[in-house]
Each structure stands twice: as C-alpha cells, then as structure tokens.
C-alpha cells in the first residue's frame, strides 16, 4: 500500500496479524465489528468494552485506527440482526470513551443502497419507511452528536447490469456524456455515482440531518463476469476506478453538495480469488493475490497527472441524444451556463468561477471582445469554460452546482469565440 501511495484502508475484521503489519506505517486504518457479534456487543457492554480493548486499544496509537464499522449491511443480512445495530454502535463508543478514544476513533455502520425505499431520482431519494423510526433516526442522530458520517457502499455496476438498455455506460463511468436532469430539482448529473449519493443526501435531508457527512466505504467495478453480468470486463473497471480516482482526488462535491469533500474507498484492494458466487464477485480487486496489478490506474495525484482513461468512449443507452458537430471529432468539448439555473446561482456561480476559480475574465470586461451580448448568461458560460479549460476539462469541473453543462460544439457570440485549451 505504501509503494502504491494508498494511505487508507478499510478492514472485514481485526486481524492481528494485518493490524501488527500496518503498526507505524501512518495508514489511517477502519476496523469492523462483524454482523454475527452485534448481539453480544449489544446485549453487554462487558463484551464491547473487551473488543474495543482487544481490537483497538492495544494497537492504537501505532497503528492509526480512525473509525469502527459496527457490521456490514446489516439491513440486507438474513439472520436479522438490525434490532441489535444502534444499542451495538452505543456500547462501542461508550467503550472508547472509557478509554478516552471517543474523540479520535469514530463509530458507523456500512448500509447498502438497498436501504433506500427511493433512489430515482435523486431529489426523492429516502429511507425504507421500516427502518426509519427504529434505526435511521437514531442512528443520524448519533452520527450527529459524536461527528461521525454514514458510512455508504454505492454500486453503480449493479444499477447499470440490472439496466444496461436504460442506463448510459459513459454516465456509468465518468465519461463525458449528455448528463441526466432531475426533473425534481433541475440538477444536471453527469454520473451515477454521483446521482447515488444525492439520493442518500436527500434521504437524511428529509429527516433534517443536512449535517451528516457520507464515506463511501464500497464501491468499485469488477473487471470479469459472467456473461450474463453485462459490463464486467477489465476495460470498463479500469475506467470506473481510474475516473473516480480523479474524481475525487481533484476535489469537489456532488451536484447537492458541490462543496463536499468525499472520502471513498475502493473495493477491494485484492482479487478474492476463492469467493463463491457470480464470476464478477471473485474479481472487484484491484490486484491479483500475488500482488499484480490487474490493470493500471493511479492513486495519487502525481499519478493523475499522466493518466488518461483509453478506453473508448459509447454512445448513450436508449433515449439519450448525443449531439456531435462536424469538426469536433477530436473530442474537444466546452463548459456553458444553463438558462434554467437562475439569475442567483448564475451570478454566484460566475463569481466564484472569475474569483476563487481563477479563470481569465478579462474578455468579459467592458470594452473586451467578449462583453457583448452583455447577459449574465453568455459571461457566465465564458467563465464558465475559461474555468473548465484551465483545469483540463476533467470530470466535475462543469458542475457549478448544476449551473453548467457540457457541449460538443464551440459556442460563439459575436466576435467573441471561447477558447479550447490554456
């Protein structure tokens, strides 16, 4: 991990061994409580206070514990122990408090997607009705008083197998694409992955918990399957993982939450080669198990800097319309403000973009070749795009929190042409 520049990683377990390997390496490290100990972590704060001995406090501080999974999708685990997750969670936490690590070593659960009763589209995203009185109030009301986030595993592969003839694979994987407008809130997405953490954003929104941060402890894309497990291959899992590396690691929010910073973990770091089910569960690894990589994508922001996602680029799914203009077959594309965001986030937008944003305003200054049409609209696409241009046109950077939108021909006003590249 070190070699590779990964400084997170998330565990199953507390193997000793594993946790003794990662003692003064500086790795931030998430250990788990598993689903079959939540009964007795519930049921007796004796057995909590042991684990928490057990399992962190004789590793921590040399080994950097920074947070406990209490189970793993608990909500989709057949030997029902949901009933026993908040009381687990509070002894836990009660445990590190004995032992003054309440402040330091943070305490969650995983859920899947799945503990959405609404995911589509995202501004109606919320919580199965049967699970929000008995564990999702409690459980955001915890995570607000000890400054935890829910912990989240998204899966845009299993969303896309289910749906292949609906869902666009480039919207699947980061690549450039048309977008999908909620026709809730009018937010353009450029990407599942993004559209399915709004939903769990404005599932605790609808329960008045907008200050519960999310980690995405799962998510990742299988590079085999069978053949019934459509877009399993290592083409689109080395697109998946490399775009959201760069994702993320450049910075910026989802579209709800366009200033949020998202901590996300890959899954998983190694092949599992001797897992039973589907083909593709044996192959979400980003390694095989003699420490190959099964394809090449970076970790780190030095690395971004020489990576390109090769693969080739598909044409939307059914329904979606790709406008391509003559001359454009070199993949350019351009940033442009929407008339549908509003003068107030036009506005806002514009002045982070000519401020904070550092993109070259001067043309749209009074007597510049780009002041006219002088309309919030067109100086706000310049900026907009002098933005976009300047940081690459990666993913992400023709958010302006759903203010702007990507085109594939150069738009024009007047003598004013907007540039392609700086």
Known sequence: MKSQGIDRVKMYDTDPAVLKALSGSAIKVVVNLPNEQLANAAKRPSFANAWVFRNVVAYYPSTAIEAIAIGNEVFVDTHNTTRFLIPAMKNIHQALAKYKLDDTVKVSSPVALSALQNSYPSSAGSFRSDLI??????????????????????????????????????????????????????????????????AVFAA????????????????????????????????????????????????GGTPLRPHEDLTVYLFALFNENEKFGPTSERNFGL??????????????????????????????????????????????TWCVASAQAGKDKLQAALDYACGEGG????????????????????????????YYQKKGRIIGTCYFGGAAYIVSQQPKYGKCEFPTGY
């Not at 070749?369 to 919030?376: A, E, G, I, Q, R």
């Open 359 to 386: 993109a070259d305003c001067h043309p749209i200054q009074p007597g510049s070749t780009c002041f006219d049409p002088n309309t919030l609209q067109a100086h706000a696409s310049f900026a907009f795009n002098s």
């Open 204 to 251: 605790m929104s609808a329960l008045k918990y907008n200050d519960v941060k999310i980690t995405v402890t799962e998510t990742g894309w299988p590079s085999k399957g069978d053949s019934n497990e459509a877009g399993a291959s290592i083409e689109n899992a080395a697109g998946y993982n490399g775009n959201l590396v760069r994702r993320i690691l450049t910075g």
């Open 287 to 332: 390694f095989y198990p003699n420490e190959k990589k099964v394809y090449n994508i970076p970790f780190t922001a030095e690395g971004l800097k020489r990576y390109r996602d090769s693969s080739p680029k598909h044409s939307p799914a059914t329904g979606g319309k790709q406008r391509v203009s003559p001359g454009t077959s070199n993949g350019q």
């Open 133 to 198: 009185e008995p564990v999702f109030k409690p459980m955001l009301e915890f995570l607000r008083q000890t400054g935890s986030s829910l912990m989240v595993n998204i899966y845009p592969f299993f969303a896309y197998e289910s749906n292949a003839g609906v869902i666009s694979l480039d919207y699947a994987l980061f690549r450039e694409n048309p977008g999908v407008v909620d026709a809730g809130n009018g937010l353009r997405y450029f990407s599942l992955f993004d559209a399915q953490i709004d």
